[in-house]
């Protein structure tokens, strides 16, 4: 079996550590563990008499939740299956341009969907080695800008950097059409989020990708959404399914929506957490993580974070995100969850004894008494 290009796979995860699914401790997947909010459960459970019947095609209660929490009207606002199912909408819509310009290292699904209709692609890379992260002027490199399409996530995927809104929106003026994936955004509380969402009824050709499935640990319900001018969004609906949104998703998310106390106390407990992990993650040797403003952390490796991702499956079976399908990144870094303070110790611990292992060669030694056993 082969693992996917996503993190979550505890089907392949478990099948190489030897043990069940629910044996693993996924740092693989960047979901909150915080989750799912008990007011979300008991939504969902409400609704199990509901399955018997079709959701509303036009999703209005959904709708109204959303644009309450975001204050814009109901026409702006698009459900979807995910924001995979989104993106594959935008990737068929920036196909009609002249290319379209990725940040990279770039979220995988973004290469899909954009190969899925043939899309051309230019690449715009990050300087991972240095403090200031400011995006630069990227339309300059490539004067196609005025018909090009520009598809970036904020905060940025896989480094976590958080970009500024006064950085983006210039590129409103030089792009024909931006799309802000906005996956993570809401794990910054509202005086530090960096959205565009309040700009795109200025912006005709500017769409925001929102999920709800990581803040809300829900990633089995898939649920996200766009926001984006009415028309764009009245004719993506035309290309696609009638019901994208099942019952109990929707119900989860209009939940999920009025969870203020559940949104203050993950707001509290990120930051503390990642501090926790980051600087545990500085005092090991042969590792650098970079500083990041979400749930999850990038981290150079000296040695190969496949074969680190391995060692800590059948050692301890725990799992972390190798980057293999981050073509600029390969296999010297890996992405982790920012989890519990119990899991992130146990995680701390068992790379402490896999890079010691590693350091002095006793990993083969290990194996071969075993072997002689």
């Known amino acids: 079996?082969?693992?996917?290009?996503?993190?979550?796979?505890?089907?392949?995860?478990?099948?190489?550590?030897?043990?069940?699914?629910?044996?693993?401790?996924?740092?693989?997947?960047?979901?909150?563990?915080?989750?799912?909010?008990?007011?979300?459960?008991?939504?969902?459970?409400?609704?199990?008499?509901?399955?018997?019947?079709?959701?509303?095609?036009?999703?209005?209660?959904?709708?109204?939740?959303?644009?309450?929490?975001?204050?814009?009207?109901?026409?702006?606002?698009?459900?979807?299956?995910?924001?995979?199912?989104?993106?594959?909408?935008?990737?068929?819509?920036?196909?009609?341009?002249?290319?379209?310009?990725?940040?990279?290292?770039?979220?995988?699904?973004?290469?899909?969907?954009?190969?899925?209709?043939?899309?051309?692609?230019?690449?715009?890379?990050?300087?991972?080695?240095?403090?200031?992260?400011?995006?630069?002027?990227?339309?300059?490199?490539?004067?196609?800008?005025?018909?090009?399409?520009?598809?970036?996530?904020?905060?940025?995927?896989?480094?976590?950097?958080?970009?500024?809104?006064?950085?983006?929106?210039?590129?409103?003026?030089?792009?024909?059409?931006?799309?802000?994936?906005?996956?993570?955004?809401?794990?910054?509380?509202?005086?530090?989020?960096?959205?565009?969402?309040?700009?795109?009824?200025?912006?005709?050709?500017?769409?925001?990708?929102?999920?709800l499935t990581k803040f809300y640990s829900l990633p089995g319900l898939r649920l996200g959404y766009a926001i984006a001018h009415p028309e764009r969004l009245a004719k993506w609906q035309s290309w696609r399914d009638p019901w994208p949104v099942n019952i109990l998703a929707a119900a989860a998310a209009i939940a999920a929506l009025q969870d203020t106390e559940f949104q203050q106390i993950s707001w509290k407990w990120l930051p503390e957490a990642r501090n926790q992990l980051f600087q545990g993650l500085l005092e090991l040797p042969g590792l650098r993580p970079l500083e990041g403003a979400v749930n999850y952390l990038l981290v150079e490796s000296q040695q190969s974070t496949s074969e680190l991702q391995t060692k800590l499956l059948q050692q301890h079976q725990i799992f972390i995100r190798d980057c293999l399908s981050f073509k600029e990144l390969g296999d010297h870094f890996f992405r982790i969850a920012v989890r519990s303070e119990s899991d992130n110790q146990r995680l701390l611990t068992a790379l402490k004894s896999v890079i010691q292992l590693s350091v002095w060669g006793l990993g083969e030694i290990s194996d071969m008494s075993e072997m002689g056993e």
């Open 1 to 211: 079996m082969r693992q996917k290009a996503h993190g979550g796979n505890l089907v392949w995860a478990a099948a190489l550590a030897g043990c069940p699914p629910d044996a693993i401790v996924d740092f693989s997947a960047s979901i909150s563990p915080l989750g799912p909010p008990n007011s979300v459960m008991a939504a969902i459970i409400s609704q199990f008499g509901n399955v018997k019947h079709y959701p509303d095609p036009d999703y209005r209660e959904l709708k109204l939740s959303l644009g309450r929490f975001h204050k814009l009207p109901l026409d702006w606002i698009l459900p979807g299956n995910g924001s995979a199912e989104l993106l594959t909408l935008v990737g068929r819509e920036l196909a009609h341009l002249a290319a379209t310009m990725l940040i990279t290292p770039a979220f995988g699904d973004y290469y899909r969907t954009l190969a899925a209709y043939n899309a051309k692609v230019l690449e715009f890379p990050l300087n991972l080695g240095i403090r200031d992260w400011a995006l630069g002027k990227i339309s300059s490199s490539f004067p196609l800008s005025t018909n090009c399409g520009l598809l970036l996530n904020n905060p940025h995927n896989p480094t976590g950097k958080l970009f500024l809104r006064d950085d983006i929106l210039p590129y409103l003026e030089d792009f024909a059409l931006v799309v802000v994936d906005e996956a993570f955004m809401d794990f910054l509380p509202p005086d530090e989020e960096q959205s565009l969402i309040g700009f795109v009824q200025e912006y005709k050709n500017l769409v925001i990708l929102r999920s």
